[in-house]
């Protein structure tokens, strides 16, 4: 696993002795996963290649290159893909990981203490109840494999400031989800800035990244609930 990520940090214009934190991480995911369900990967190359090196590759965009204090939130987190990356590869970074369920942030709390991230907050919330303390506080926001584009706006532009952006990773394939998403964005305040799609390194995968940039405010009915989202995407 080391080589692989020293190889695509490198390829990626990234600090390659990052990769030992980023093993290190890998290793407490590995671990947890034995006694619950954080992840169905748990091959180390197609770990190292698809949760971190695809994460890492966020890392390198220039929407990161002055993270300096730039509050971050990733939504639906999970076993904390791209949020704890991301916060290892930027330390810079103050990063949110915002999940709904109890025993994932649980994992993330402890592995964010083991990793010496003492700075991370970790939240154990839905983040359509959380924009009522979180509203318009992050600069960016990020989220990968938690719900179509239309829904996830609402989950996600609430959160970000004027200014600030959204960045949805999603598959090459998602043409017809960012189309559909198009009113949601306009909507919420968002306006797409470029999508990017990109190799990840070592490998033979290409995802996307969609970048959302907030320019007016979100009106203040949104987000919804969770189920008037789900039944009704903007
Ligand atoms: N982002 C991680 C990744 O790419 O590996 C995890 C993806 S997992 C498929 C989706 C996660 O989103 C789950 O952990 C779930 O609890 C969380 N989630 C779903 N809806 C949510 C919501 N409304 N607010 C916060 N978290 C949510």
Same mark, same amino acid.
């Not at 991230?117 to 926001?141: I, Q």
């Given at each position: 696993?080391?080589?692989?990520?020293?190889?695509?940090?490198?390829?990626?214009?990234?600090?390659?002795?990052?990769?030992?934190?980023?093993?290190?991480?890998?290793?407490? $995911?590995?671990?947890?996963?034995?006694?619950?369900?954080?992840?169905?990967?748990?091959?180390?190359?197609?770990?190292?290649?698809?949760?971190?090196?695809?994460?890492?590759?966020?890392?390198?965009?220039?929407?990161?290159?002055?993270? =300096?204090?730039?509050?971050?939130?990733?939504?639906?987190?999970?076993?904390?893909?791209?949020?704890?990356?991301?916060?290892? &590869?930027?330390?810079?970074? +103050?990063?949110?990981?915002?999940?709904?369920?109890?025993?994932?942030?649980?994992?993330?709390?402890?592995?964010?203490?083991?990793?010496?991230?003492?700075?991370?907050?970790?939240?154990?919330?839905?983040? =359509?109840?959380?924009?009522?303390?979180?509203?318009?506080?992050?600069? &960016?926001?990020?989220?990968?494999?938690?719900?179509?584009?239309? $829904?996830?706006?609402?989950?996600?532009?609430?959160? $970000?400031? $004027?200014?600030?952006?959204?960045?949805?990773?999603?598959?090459? +394939?998602?043409?017809?989800? &960012?189309?559909?998403?198009?009113?949601?964005?306009?909507?919420?305040?968002?306006?797409?800035?470029?999508?990017?799609?990109?190799?990840?390194?070592?490998?033979?995968?290409?995802?996307?990244?969609?970048?959302?940039?907030?320019?007016?405010?979100?009106?203040?009915?949104?987000?919804?609930?969770?189920? +008037?989202?789900?039944?009704?995407?903007?």
């Amino acid at each position: 696993m080391l080589d692989i990520l020293r190889v695509g940090l490198a390829e990626l214009g990234l600090d390659e002795a990052k990769a030992e934190p980023l093993a290190e991480f890998a290793r407490l $995911v590995l671990e947890k996963n034995r006694v619950m369900n954080l992840t169905a990967i748990t091959d180390e190359a197609d770990f190292a290649r698809l949760h971190l090196l695809d994460s890492a590759a966020l890392a390198s965009l220039p929407e990161l290159a002055e993270p =300096e204090g730039a509050r971050a939130v990733d939504v639906g987190t999970g076993a904390g893909f791209p949020g704890v990356p991301l916060r290892i &590869l930027c330390p810079g970074i +103050q990063m949110t990981l915002l999940d709904s369920t109890g025993k994932r942030v649980d994992f993330l709390r402890d592995a964010c203490a083991a990793l010496g991230l003492s700075d991370v907050a970790c939240v154990h919330a839905r983040a =359509e109840e959380f924009a009522a303390e979180g509203r318009e506080s992050f600069d &960016l926001a990020t989220s990968r494999a938690v719900a179509a584009l239309p $829904v996830l706006c609402e989950l996600c532009l609430p959160l $970000v400031r $004027v200014g600030g952006r959204f960045l949805a990773m999603k598959s090459t +394939q998602s043409d017809s989800e &960012l189309s559909d998403a198009a009113r949601a964005v306009e909507t919420l305040g968002g306006r797409v800035a470029r999508t990017v799609d990109y190799a990840i390194p070592t490998g033979d995968v290409t995802h996307r990244v969609i970048v959302i940039e907030k320019v007016k405010p979100t009106p203040a009915k949104y987000p919804r609930a969770f189920g +008037q989202i789900k039944k009704k995407p903007l």
